[in-house]
């Protein structure tokens, strides 16, 4: 059991109420690794136009490396979202209270799957749990999503492994048989890409009414796990996608990570992790399909 194994880390991103804001670099030492895969990506035909089309202006080379970026960015800043990320809110007695963590619509056949941290569901009851696309200052510009159904792996429900930490939401809308996909797009789902991918990672700080964006590189932090650095990122971020090969027109991209895993996500606000996308995202994400 490594260090940062659930129940020795103290909480995480999502959990925890002391984690440091960090405005200047931070030097890190991590081991050198090598990682060579296919990239696979998940694009299951959806049946709606507007979302083929969206779809289809992701497609071409994949860009994982931005020429002449700069190579330290200090910090996360707000904007006005993105329609397939979204804020997660605990739901009673009907009402919306407050949210907590950060999900994303995922392209799938049936255009229900919300993908998210493990650690920010787990405990939760699906009846509990609403997403809001494209959240911020209050308004809810493609409508209140409620959960139907909460799916994480036999390895995190057994034992919180951190290389688990992914979850799928199946979602729906109250008296409407329109589904997320078809209002709001839905990025496609990245299964073997490379540690190192030029990404851009979205989240919504419990502190603000609005997400927060970055780009930046990710890279390898061991063979399981990515590392994102970027400051701002504090509690409510978890579940926040690494977006890969993101077309800079409509905005969507390829999800290769969510804020989570070690640390459930980082207990450091300018360095964020994310499990590894393999064949177990995989085989959890064609369990949810079959339950959408």
């Known amino acids: 059991m490594r260090h940062g194994w659930l129940g020795g880390r103290g909480g995480g991103r999502h959990a925890r109420r002391t984690r440091t804001l960090v ?18 990506l998940i694009n299951p035909a959806t049946g709606a136009v507007q979302v083929a089309s969206r779809m289809a202006n992701t ?7 931005a020429p002449g970026a700069p190579s330290i960015l200090t910090g996360g800043e707000p904007f006005a979202g993105t329609p397939a990320v979204g804020a997660l809110f605990t739901l009673s007695g009907g009402q919306l209270r407050t949210h907590f963590c950060t999900g994303s619509v995922v392209d799938s056949p049936r255009g229900d799957l919300v993908i ?46 951190p290389d688990h930490d992914v979850a799928f939401l199946v979602v729906h809308q109250a008296g409407s048989s329109m ?3 078809a209002v709001t797009g839905g990025e496609q789902l990245g299964i073997g890409w490379p540690a190192r991918a030029w990404v851009q990672v979205i989240g919504y700080p419990d502190a603000t009414q609005q997400p927060i ?9 061991d063979p ?8 701002g990122y504090t509690d409510g971020t978890s579940g926040g996608p690494f977006l890969g090969g993101v077309n800079p027109s409509t905005g969507a991209g390829t999800v290769i990570g969510v804020i ?13 992790y994310s499990p590894w996308f393999g ?8 369990t949810a399909v079959a339950q959408g």
């Open 59 to 65: 497609a071409g080379s994949v860009p994982l490396r």
């Open 224 to 231: 399981r796990e990515l590392e994102f650095d970027c400051g």
């Open 279 to 286: 064949s177990a995202v995989q085989a959890l994400y064609q």
């Open 260 to 272: 989570g895993g070690y640390e459930q996500g980082g207990d450091i606000a300018s360095v964020s």
């Open 179 to 181: 589904n997320v996909q």
């Open 213 to 221: 964006t970055c780009q930046n590189e990710s890279k390898p932090f």
């Open 116 to 161: 998210t941290a493990a650690h920010c569901v787990t405990n939760k009851p699906a009846g509990q749990i609403a997403f809001v696309p494209g959240y911020h200052n209050g308004v809810a510009p493609f409508g209140v999503w409620l959960t139907s159904v909460v799916l994480s792996d036999s390895a995190w429900r057994a034992s919180g492994n």
């Open 23 to 40: 405005g200047g670099a931070i030097g890190l030492l991590c081991a050198a690794m090598a990682v060579t895969c296919a990239i696979v």
